[in-house]
């Protein structure tokens, strides 16, 4: 299997909606929900890619050469925050959409997409970063980096008026 990686493009927007949906799909089989309109999601999914790849998000992308596919991929939104004691110059990341396909599981290409999303964190000047996982093996993959399982958040939807 030749795999090849890097950073994801404008030309490559359609793959990560995909790749995305595939995600969503996989979390609404996991706890039991049901996307309201999957047309919305996948149409607003590509919006803020347009807006904001390579500006604020940034995507890795595993191809299967010999197949001309896109079959994983991972991504790091930037945030420009006030500087804290953890992240004393203000930015501050999150991994995002890591999702592999089926069939191209657990032969290594999430473990170097999140390589490649730390390296490029560094670059960035990036000095903390956060991720949610439930699923087992990608907490085992990401503690592997040295990520740490910190459990003070608190969250609210905001759901906009009818």
Known sequence: MNIEYRLANQGDIDSLVNLRLKLNEYICKRDGIVIQDDNMLKQNTKKVLQMELNKSMYFYLALDKEQDKVVAGGGLILHTMLPGIHFT?????YITSVY???????????????????????????????????????IELYQSFGFQRVSNKYRIDIKSEP
Not at 89 to 93: E, F, L, Q, R
Not at 100 to 113: A, F, P, S
């Open 89 to 93: 110059n203000g930015i501050k990341g």
């Open 100 to 138: 592999t396909y089926e069939d191209y599981r657990k032969l290594g290409l999430q473990k170097q997409i999140i390589k490649l999303l730390l390296d490029l964190s560094r670059k960035k000047e990036c000095q903390r970063i956060e991720l949610d996982a439930m699923n087992p093996h990608a």
